[in-house]
């Protein structure tokens, strides 16, 4: 089954957050506030944020005021921004990278008769991954309700 993976995911929805924040109240936003406000384990969090100000798509700020903002315009930046911060270049099969096709780890190598076809597929996913931009992903995305968990927008009900 070809989905994001949950640091990708749980990537989205921090982003969403300090997009929400930043708009509502302009201020930084601590890895512990996300954490909590959605339940995700905070370890796993500070490593997805690090690797978020890693590749340039927030800032953190140390401090007692400090926390994490974005660090781009959300239409500017694509969902295959994130998910490449997250997970490296993506893939549909190991012959996808542009590379010859020689030693890659699959058995059938030059004789691969769907080749040609996976790459156009693979191809076309990225060209859709490079048109979505942040933006486009949180039209729909309301606060946390009181409990913790995104109450789903009027029109996504």
Avoid: W
């Avoid at 994001?4 to 969403?16: F, G, M, N, P």
């Avoid at 997805?48 to 890693?54: C, Y």
């Avoid at 781009?72 to 490296?88: C, T």
């Amino acid at each position: 089954m070809l989905q994001l993976t949950r640091k990708t995911d749980y990537a989205i929805v921090a982003l969403a957050h300090l997009l929400r924040q930043q708009r509502d109240h302009d201020r930084p936003v601590s890895a512990r506030v996300i954490a909590e406000a959605y339940h995700l384990p905070l370890p796993l969090l500070m490593n997805i944020l690090k690797e978020l100000a890693q590749a340039r798509l927030v800032t953190s700020t140390r401090g007692a005021t400090g926390g994490y903002r974005l660090a781009v315009e959300p239409g500017r930046v694509s969902l295959l921004e994130i998910v490449n911060a997250m997970e490296g270049p993506v893939k549909l099969t190991p012959c996808c990278d542009g590379l010859p096709i020689l030693n890659q780890g699959c058995e059938l190598s030059q004789d691969c008769p769907i080749q040609p076809t996976i790459q156009r597929v693979h191809e076309r996913m990225i060209a859709f991954f490079k048109t979505v931009t942040l933006e486009e992903l949180l039209e729909d995305v309301q606060p946390p309700a009181p409990g913790g968990r995104p109450e789903p927008s009027a029109a996504s009900a």
